[in-house]
């Protein structure tokens, strides 16, 4: 089964500090990851994707095929990362599958 | 920047009523698609389009959902006799089919509130 699970709904950190999204999936083929953000009432936009292998805004993400894991790391939290992050994994014809999100909250 | 729009941005309807969500992609895109998400649920798959037709659907997407492509631009979906259950965002997105780990755009969502 394609199954994408965000263990934490929410993630409350201090300005400066390390921030891991955690993301683990389900997919029996070579999986095409990605993280979409969604900041405060604005549209879910595209933050990275495994294949690119860019830093955005200070965030990576490294797939770890060995333990099905794709989470996301900033070294230091800014407010501005406040938001809504979603981990996804693209299945047949690149629909997206979605985890349940998980919210940063950075707090000053 | 292109972007995906969607109209309206929030719909109030009677359960039972038709509702038709409208999007337009992005010019040049050739792959639509249709999410939901429901109040404090994971963002859902619902259909995907290309080449004027349905290309997958997931099970949520019954007989009471579809989608049409009528001109070059609108891509909509319309849900024939809504449900309390629809009530629900919907997001429409769209990829350019290049080939690829493509990005897909989404827009910024309607807000469907069955009554």
């Known amino acids: 089964a394609q199954r994408v699970t965000q263990p934490e709904k929410l993630l409350s950190v201090f300005k400066g500090a390390p921030v891991e999204l955690k993301c683990n999936y389900s997919?029996?083929?070579?999986?095409?990851l990605f993280w979409y953000v969604q900041y405060s009432r604005q549209r879910l936009q595209l933050l990275l994707r495994h294949i690119s292998r860019e830093s955005i805004k200070g965030f990576t993400a490294d797939l770890n095929k060995g333990e099905t894991s794709f989470h996301l790391k900033k070294p230091f939290a800014q407010e501005e990362d406040s938001a809504m992050y979603y981990c996804a994994l693209a299945g047949g014809y690149n629909k997206l599958i979605f985890g349940a999100g998980t919210r940063l909250a950075v707090h000053p | 920047e292109p972007e995906v729009t969607q109209t309206p941005s929030h719909q109030v309807t009677q359960m039972g009523q038709e509702v038709i969500l409208r999007c337009v992609p992005i010019s040049n895109h050739l792959y639509f698609y249709w999410y939901r998400q429901i109040l404090g649920q994971k963002v859902e798959f619902l259909v995907s389009?290309?080449?004027?037709?349905?290309?997958?659907k997931s099970e949520i997407f019954d007989d009471q959902f579809s989608v049409e492509r009528p001109d070059g631009s609108n891509f909509t979906l319309k849900i024939r006799s809504t449900k309390l259950e629809d009530s629900a965002m919907y997001f429409c997105?769209?990829?350019?089919?290049?080939?690829?780990?493509?990005?897909?755009?989404f827009g910024p969502g309607t807000r469907l509130l069955v009554l």
């Open positions: 997105a769209s990829r350019p089919g290049q080939g690829g780990q493509e990005t897909q755009y």
């Open positions: 389009f290309y080449n004027n037709e349905i290309s997958e």
């Open positions: 997919y029996s083929g070579s999986p095409e």
